[in-house]
């Protein structure tokens, strides 16, 4: 199953919509309550910074029996220092977003945390690729 959303940068209307759908599609296809709490985070948190750091991008999830995948690709200013992005605590967002509650500098630590691997790619002035593996496991009953 692959369910793909367009992103549209400071659209904070529908900004979680399409992690919110990406959590019922999970649910429906009954996939674990660990793997689809995960799988949420990592695609609110990337849906966010398109939202709040790019121009435009999408959002994609594909599911399998044994993972799903998040990618995350948009056009803007790109991450000139990952290592330091995913640093906890470090945000470029400007006042107006922290006022709005968000640039806590938590959203790439919390999907690094989530995700079983997770690979970044981005270039200045041009954008940023993010795509997430988050492994079901199941119960084993
Ligand atoms: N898609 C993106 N495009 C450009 N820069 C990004 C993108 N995603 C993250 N960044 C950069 O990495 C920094 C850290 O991102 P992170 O998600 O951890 O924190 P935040 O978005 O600033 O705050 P929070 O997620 O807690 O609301 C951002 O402040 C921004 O500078
Ligand atoms: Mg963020």
Request: net charge negative; no cysteine; aromatic share 14%.
């Given at each position: 199953m692959k369910l793909e959303f367009v992103i549209e940068g400071m659209?904070?209307?529908?900004?979680?919509e399409a992690a919110a759908k990406i959590k019922k599609a999970l649910q429906l296809v009954g996939m674990e309550v660990e793997t689809v709490r995960k799988s949420v985070i990592v695609a609110y948190e990337a849906e966010m910074n398109i939202v709040i750091h790019a121009r435009s991008g999408t959002l994609t999830a594909r599911v399998y029996p044994d993972r799903v995948e998040i990618e995350a690709a948009d056009e803007g200013p790109?991450?000139?220092?990952i290592s330091l992005a995913l640093q906890e605590g470090y945000s470029t967002a400007p006042p107006h977003i922290r006022e709005m509650g968000?640039?806590?500098?938590?959203g790439l630590p919390n999907i690094q945390r989530s995700s079983d691997e997770l690979h970044i790619d981005s270039k200045v002035g041009i954008g940023t690729k993010l795509t997430s593996t988050i492994m079901n496991r199941t119960s084993g009953v």
């Open positions: 659209d904070f209307t529908r900004a979680g790109g991450i000139p220092d968000f640039g806590a500098g938590m």
